[in-house]
């Protein structure tokens, strides 16, 4: 039983990342959810979870890893579940951004090139312009992310799970309440450092005070264009390969990795890497426009095509698509993070004198881990109480007070991912830290050189997703996850000179 449901698993996953892949790298204008989940319907049904959860009954307890691995499937599938109750809605939120234009300079843009504009923008009112009209194009489409998110609610209800919440904490066997917890810790801990920093920058680089900061400033206090010389548009693939030829990796011989780095109407700005098949067929999509978030894009999006495309092929499906995605994060930020090493951007771009560039990454990155902490602590609100009407205004005061934006209500369910996706990319941010420390100590400061350190990350790799980060963490003597890594590190690296 198990192995025929395996087989069809596998073949609905390479129809749903191909579907996704076709549709944000601009190659087919209609997201097409509905065909896939018809044709695979007996994959996510009461029934199929009700079998799953017999097999696990009926494994015995010394078969532990067979047991992790059914877990592993009953999670998938019941997420699967889940978003099948919802998809007509995805498609309706899907197709209405897909459709939807904003007035910037005159013209007409689509809504997804916003953040694009956004970062590019230096007039602080035409900032904001821009970004009330995105906020009015979420606001009229809020309504049907209202009814998808009770619908995921309610379902995880019929599932026998409390609530949306305790049904995520479940699946991956992770206390996600204890994450969200040390999340508000984090916040407590980096405020005074973060706020300083913050209100040293803002007004030179903005033109204004943290007090006066806007959501509408987001994007333009990330962008780096005053580095943009060290970072051509054409470079960013040559980096992220001449990076993996130091540690011994071909890139140009893995056929089952294909770059698409072409440039089309409706392709999604955002980077992205999709596992259609792994490790036999893995898609990355990047759109370049220059400038140092090209390369961490590109490094991030490579960390995951790496992990997914030397993952052992004899693993059972679960294995490969269906484990912890913070493992997957983690190794993402593994490359990405190469960004904020000297030694790197020296040798790689010869970036010499980058004192300033990654002090304001390290910046970045803090507003991001800020970022997500809130984020967590607002999500465990709005999936515990399912108070839509209370969400809003938490979401707004959460955002603001962790970054110092002001964050519109009017984004409470524009701005979140589905599964607590953003317990995934703090524990993948604690996970990566600690893997980055032990790198550097075990084969020195240049680990990215180290062909030992490359065998040391493909055998990890060769796991796939067969572990959760802690268990990783503890199996390559890591450690327990904390803060107290990144904590340590922002500290230094943001310390007045």
């Given at each position: ?28 204008k ?15 049904t009461?029934?199929?979870?009700k079998?799953l ?62 953040p ?5 923008e230096?007039d602080a009112?035409?900032r ?19 009814e ?29 309440s ?56 054409d ?10 030829k ?33 490790p ?27 992990h997914?495309?030397?993952t052992?092929?004899s ?11 913070a ?16 030694l ?21 990155k ?15 609100d ?8 209370e ?12 970054t ?24 993948g ?20 050189k ?9 055998d ?14 503890l199996?390559v ?9 990144l ?9 007045e000179?």
């Amino acid at each position: 039983m198990l192995d025929k449901y395996r087989s069809e698993l596998a073949a609905f996953q390479e129809a749903l990342g191909r579907e996704y892949f076709l549709h944000h790298s601009g190659q087919k204008k209609a997201l097409e959810l509905y065909p896939i989940y018809d044709r695979y319907a007996d994959l996510f049904t009461r029934e199929a979870i009700k079998s799953l959860k017999d097999q696990l009954e009926s494994t015995p307890d010394h078969f532990e890893r067979q047991r992790q691995g059914i877990k592993l499937l009953v999670a998938f599938v019941e997420e699967h579940f889940i978003e099948k109750q919802a998809q007509g809605l995805t498609e309706q939120i899907a197709q209405s951004e897909s459709q939807a234009t904003l007035r910037f300079d005159s013209k007409e843009i689509p809504f997804y090139r916003a953040p694009e504009v956004l970062a590019n923008e230096p007039d602080a009112q035409k900032r904001r312009s821009l970004t009330q009209q995105r906020i009015e194009r979420v606001s009229e489409s809020n309504e049907l992310r209202e009814e998808r998110l009770r619908r995921l609610h309610e379902t995880s209800r019929t599932l026998g799970y409390e609530n949306y919440w305790a049904m995520a904490t479940l699946w991956r066997g992770i206390n996600l309440s204890s994450y969200a917890d040390l999340a508000a810790q984090f916040l407590e801990h980096t405020e005074s450092l973060y706020v300083r920093q913050m209100e040293e920058r803002l007004p030179r680089m903005l033109g204004t005070s943290l007090a006066q900061a806007d959501r509408a400033d987001v994007e333009y206090f990330l962008q780096l264009n005053q580095y943009a010389d060290f970072f051509p548009p054409d470079g960013a693939v040559a980096v992220y390969r001449e990076t993996l030829k130091t540690l011994g990796i071909s890139e140009e011989r893995q056929k089952q990795v294909e770059i698409d780095d072409a440039q089309r109407p409706g392709k999604h700005r955002r980077s992205f890497c999709i596992p259609v098949r792994v490790p036999e067929e893995i898609k990355l999509s990047i759109s370049l426009r220059g400038g140092p978030n090209d390369y961490q894009a590109m490094l991030h999006e490579g960390g995951h095509a790496q992990h997914y495309a030397w993952t052992s092929p004899s693993l059972p499906v679960e294995f490969k698509i269906a484990g912890d995605p913070a493992v997957a994060e983690g190794y993402a930020f593994l490359f990405q993070y190469l960004m904020l090493d000297p030694l790197w951007l020296d040798e790689m771009l010869h970036f010499g004198g980058s004192e300033d560039f990654i002090k304001l990454g390290w910046l970045h990155k803090l507003f991001y881990l800020r970022r997500y902490a809130a984020k967590l602590n607002y999500e465990r609100d709005l999936h515990t109480s399912g108070d839509l009407a209370e969400a809003s205004v938490q979401y707004a005061q959460r955002l603001t007070e962790a970054t110092g934006f002001r964050y519109p209500a009017e984004d409470f369910l524009y701005d979140l991912n589905d599964h607590v996706y953003a317990a995934n990319y703090f524990r993948g941010w604690l996970f990566e830290a600690q893997l980055r420390e032990y790198l550097k100590t075990r084969f020195g400061k240049r680990w990215w050189k180290s062909a030992r350190a490359a065998d040391f990350l493909i055998d990890l790799w060769n796991t796939g997703e067969s572990y959760a980060a802690e268990e990783l963490a503890l199996l390559v003597d890591l450690g327990p996850l904390s803060f107290d890594q990144l904590t340590t590190e922002f500290i230094e690296a943001l310390k007045e000179r």
